[in-house]
């Protein structure tokens, strides 16, 4: 019975659990989100920012991936705000 190849195993869970481009001297980009009880869009946010330009697709130049983990970020600060203004809109009403 052949040994199963543990090695390929542990590199996919750590590409999943821990990916490079989310952990920097050390400290992991869950940690962070942990520490600061951050809200969905904002964890999302950050974690846009904090790997821009460090995942990319083949053939992508980094100033490329980088412009788009921005963009993303910009989104989810903007669907913040909203979600932040709409509910400060909601409760004028009803004060």
Do not use: H
């Amino acid at each position: 019975m052949p040994t199963p190849d543990v090695s390929r195993e542990t590199s996919a869970t750590d590409e999943v659990e821990n990916p490079p481009y989310l952990t920097r001297g050390g400290v992991e980009f869950s940690d962070i989100c942990d520490a600061y009880d951050l809200e969905r869009n904002r964890a999302f946010a950050l974690k846009y920012v904090l790997r821009a330009g460090s995942k990319r697709k083949p053939n992508e130049s980094s100033e490329s991936a980088e412009l788009r983990d921005l963009k993303k970020a910009a989104w989810y600060i903007r669907r913040r705000i909203e979600r932040l203004e709409s509910k400060a809109g909601n409760s004028k009403g009803q004060g």
